[in-house]
Each structure stands twice: as C-alpha cells, then as structure tokens.
C-alpha cells in the first residue's frame, strides 16, 4: 500500500484509509471482517468519531476490529464541537478512549469548527499530546476563514491534516482550501469519496468517461475515482466499506495508474464549478 507523508506528523500513513460513518446501521459481523481484512491489505488509517452511532461504531465495531493488532493502526477518532472546550475535549477524548479500548489516538479531530473558543480545543489537544493520549491533532470541514484563524493559534506543523468533503461531483475543495493545506504542509483527508453513496451511474455522461477508462485498466470505475482523488502527494481518502467485496474492490485501486491524458478526461468530465467562500459539508 502506498504510504505518504501525513502532513505535520512526519508519519508515513496509506493513502487508502477506511470510514466507519453509518457502521451501526450495517452488519456488524461483516463490518468488522471488512475493517479487518482492510487492516491485512493496508488500509491502516481508521477513521471514526464519538459521533457515529452515538458512541457504538468506537464501542461495538472499531474496538473489536482492530483488538489485539492496535500498533499496526493509525486510529483517528473527532471531537464533537458542542464538547470541544478545553475540559469538554479531555473528557471526550477519554470517553473515546475507553470505548475503542486503546491507551491512544493516533490523530484526533475537532469534528467541524463551533461555537466554543478554538484556542481551548487547541490548547486540550496539545495537553493530550503531551499526556501521550494522542499522538497528533487535526480539523476536519474547516474552510481557509477557519484554517487561517488556527494559524493565528498554532503553527502549520501542529496540523496533521484538514479531513474534508471531496468526491468527483464535489471539488470545492481545489479552489482554495487544497491549496491552503498544501502551502502549509498539512494533509488533506477527503470524506465521502463517494459521495456517501451516490456514485456516478455507469450510463451517466461522467459515469461513462469512468467506465470507459476501468475498462481500459481492467479496474472497476470506483477505482479510477479514487485514483483520481488522490493523484496529488497532499491528497489521503477513506471510503467507507462494510462488506469484504467492497472493501477488496476500493484496496485494488492503489496499483492502478492513471496517465495524465486519462487524469484530463475525469477532470472535464467533472467540473470543480465556481469558487464560492462557503465549504460544502455533507
Ligand atoms: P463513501 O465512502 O463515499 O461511500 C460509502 C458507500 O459506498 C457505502 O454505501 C458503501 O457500501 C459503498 N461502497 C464502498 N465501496 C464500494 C464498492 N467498491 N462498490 C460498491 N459500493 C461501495 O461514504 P461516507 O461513509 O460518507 O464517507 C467515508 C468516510 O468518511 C465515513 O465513513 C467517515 O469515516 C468519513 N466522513 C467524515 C465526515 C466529516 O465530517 N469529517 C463526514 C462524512 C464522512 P457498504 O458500506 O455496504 O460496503
């Protein structure tokens, strides 16, 4: 598995991860298994949060799959900002902490920015790292308004990466906030590549330009997605799979190459569209 620089770590992390958003709704037997056989193939950086599931996918599902194989994983879990005070964010971490059965977090996140000072949940983050309860700290949804008030707060290195919404119908991203994190060296974690489950339909005019392109490969057309979404070294994804077929099918896509005339036809079949100052969230 291909790994890349995990912006102000330093950590080497696969530039495939794994979601877990909506694992309470699946099966959890085969979700486990499908976080598992990721975790063989490489799909180490597991992304989770106290919100989903209200706490279960930490507690029933992420702790099972990667118990007894913890340092073989890049955990991340996230604050919700309605608890990111500086004690608020502590306790939460703890919470998570107890529920994923682990003495640490590999990277912690404040989920999207809120209401509570920044400064706090900066400041509980740092405390944390020097505890040895985290080993870094990111953001997540934060627009180039956000980022640059972090940079009033911290310095780039501090941020190990901004995780943000980017699939092939959603490049808002490119315009301003990719830029941003590159310039600053802070890695770029896009959610939902795809699109939370509204993928392209093959005979859609942009699914077609997929299609032909896998067909090319013989690769399948949400590789070629994902190969595009991370054809940059800042650029990490973590498609959410929880059945084995689907996670096999997203692992292979990391030994498909793309060349720069196959990089152009996605790119026009899916305009980034116009700048705007608001950061889409799902
Ligand atoms: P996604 O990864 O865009 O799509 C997941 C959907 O695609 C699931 O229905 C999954 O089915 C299906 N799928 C996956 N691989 C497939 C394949 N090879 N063939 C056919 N279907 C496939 O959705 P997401 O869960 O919204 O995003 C991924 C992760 O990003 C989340 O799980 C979460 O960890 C993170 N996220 C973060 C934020 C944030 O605010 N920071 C927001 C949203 C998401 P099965 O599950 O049935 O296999």
Redesign the pocket.
């Known amino acids: 598995m291909e790994q890349r620089v995990f912006g102000g770590t330093g950590k080497q992390v696969p530039v495939l991860g794994q979601?877990?958003?909506?694992?309470e709704e699946?099966d959890r037997e085969e979700a486990i298994r499908?976080l598992r056989a990721g975790l063989d193939l490489g799909l180490t950086q597991v992304?989770?949060?106290e919100l989903?599931g209200h706490g279960r996918v930490e507690e029933s599902i992420v702790s099972e799959a990667i118990a007894g194989r913890r340092e073989g994983v890049f955990l991340v879990s996230?604050v919700m900002p309605s608890n990111a005070t500086y004690a608020g964010t502590l306790t939460a971490c703890e919470r998570s902490l107890k529920r994923l059965r682990t003495d640490w977090l590999d990277c912690y996140?404040l989920?999207?920015p809120g209401s509570h000072p920044l400064a706090e949940t900066v400041r509980a983050f740092e405390k944390l790292v020097a505890d040895g309860k985290i080993r870094s700290w990111g953001v997540?949804?934060f627009a180039v308004s956000d980022l640059d008030e972090l940079l009033t707060l911290t310095k780039p290195e501090r941020i190990a990466c901004n995780?943000?919404?980017y699939?092939l119908e959603e490049r808002a991203i490119e315009h301003a906030v990719l830029p941003w994190c590159e310039e600053q060296g802070v890695a770029v974690v896009g959610?939902?590549?795809?699109?939370?489950?509204r993928?392209p339909k093959p005979q859609s005019p942009g699914g077609r330009v997929l299609e032909a392109i896998a067909r090319a490969h013989d690769a399948?057309a949400?590789q070629v997605a994902l190969q595009f979404l991370v054809r940059r070294p800042s650029l990490f994804a973590?498609?959410?799979?929880?059945?084995v077929?689907?996670?096999r099918?997203?692992a292979a896509a990391v030994s498909l190459k793309l060349s720069s005339d196959e990089l152009a036809r996605i790119d026009a079949a899916f305009p980034k569209g116009a700048y705007s100052d608001e950061l889409p969230?799902?």
């Open positions: 979601g877990t958003w909506q694992m699946d499908s992304d989770t949060a989903y996230k996140l989920h999207w997540s949804n995780q943000v919404l699939h959610y939902s590549p795809f699109g939370n489950g993928f399948t949400r973590i498609p959410k799979a929880s059945r077929a689907h996670l099918d997203n969230v799902i």
